[in-house]
C-alpha cells in the first residue's frame, strides 16, 4: 500500500517568514494529494490539494508543488501570521482507490 | 461543519467494555470513513464503507469493527477496549466519483479507556 512520509516534524519560524513542509510517497501511481490544517482541539480541515497532472497550485498565501519523478510534494506557506500555527497534514490517495494515506504531521509554531 | 457529527465527543470507558463511536452526515456523500489519530502517528485508516453494502478493513482493523446502517450513517465499534485504543477518533467522508475529492472530517471522539 500507499506509504507517506512527511518532514519536518516540528517548525518554528518567525512571523512574516515562510514555512515549508515536504512529504514523499511510495506508490508511483498515486493521483491526488490534499493538505489539511488542524487547529488545537478541532478537526482537519482541508486547505489545498494537488491532482498528478499538476505541476503547481496556488491559493493566497498557500502553494503545493508536486514532483512526480521524485515522488514528492511540499507546502509553501509565505507570510506567515500566527494563525497559521497548526498542525499540517499531508496525504496521498493511490490510484483506483479513495482512501487516503496521510503523513505524521508537521506542528508549526509561528513566533510573533 | 455541522454535516458531519461523531458521538459522543468524549467517552471514558473500562477495559472490557464494548463501546460504539457513531457518525452521521448530511453531505449525502457515499464514501465514509473511520480514522484514528495518535500523537506522532498522523491519522490512521481503521474501516471504510463505500456504500452500505461495502465494508472494507483499513490498516489497524484488529480490535475493531464498523457497522454501515445507512448512507448517513457509519458506527465504529469495540467490542472490547484496551488501554491502546485510547486515542481522538475522527469519522470523514467524500465524494464518489473521480479523483479530486478530499475528505471532510467529523468534529471527533475523545475516547480514553481506563
Known amino acids: 500500500g500507499e506509504n507517506v512520509e512527511q518532514h519536518p516534524s516540528t517548525l518554528s519560524v518567525q512571523e512574516g517568514d515562510s514555512a515549508v513542509i515536504k512529504c514523499t510517497y511510495s506508490?508511483?501511481?498515486?493521483?491526488?494529494f490534499p493538505w489539511y490544517k488542524q487547529e488545537l482541539g478541532k478537526r482537519p480541515q482541508l486547505i489545498i490539494d494537488?491532482?498528478?497532472?499538476?505541476g503547481e497550485k496556488k491559493d493566497q498565501r498557500i502553494a503545493v508543488t508536486l514532483n512526480k519523478t521524485a515522488k514528492h510534494f511540499s507546502l509553501h506557506i509565505t507570510e506567515t501570521q500566527p494563525e497559521d500555527s497548526a498542525v499540517y497534514f499531508c496525504a496521498a490517495r493511490g490510484a483506483g482507490s479513495y482512501q487516503l494515506t496521510f503523513g505524521k504531521g508537521t506542528k508549526l509554531s509561528v513566533i510573533p | 461543519d455541522a454535516d458531519v457529527t461523531q458521538t459522543p465527543r468524549n467517552r471514558i470507558t473500562k477495559t472490557g467494555k464494548r463501546i460504539m463511536l457513531e457518525c452521521s452526515q448530511t453531505?449525502?456523500?457515499?464514501?465514509m470513513y473511520w480514522y484514528r489519530q495518535d500523537p506522532g502517528l498522523g491519522l490512521r485508516l481503521i474501516y471504510y464503507s463505500f456504500d452500505v453494502k461495502d465494508i472494507n478493513k483499513g490498516e489497524i482493523s484488529d480490535g475493531y469493527s464498523v457497522s454501515r446502517q445507512a448512507q448517513a450513517k457509519f458506527s465504529l465499534s469495540l467490542e472490547s477496549a484496551i488501554p491502546n485504543q485510547t486515542a481522538l477518533y475522527f469519522c470523514?467522508?467524500?465524494?464518489?466519483?473521480?479523483?479530486?475529492?478530499?475528505?471532510?472530517f467529523g468534529s471527533g471522539t475523545r475516547l480514553t479507556v481506563v
Open positions: 494537488i491532482r498528478s497532472n499538476v
Open positions: 506508490d508511483s501511481a498515486s493521483n491526488y
Open positions: 453531505k449525502g456523500h457515499d464514501r
Open positions: 470523514a467522508t467524500s465524494e464518489g466519483t473521480g479523483i479530486g475529492y478530499g475528505y471532510t
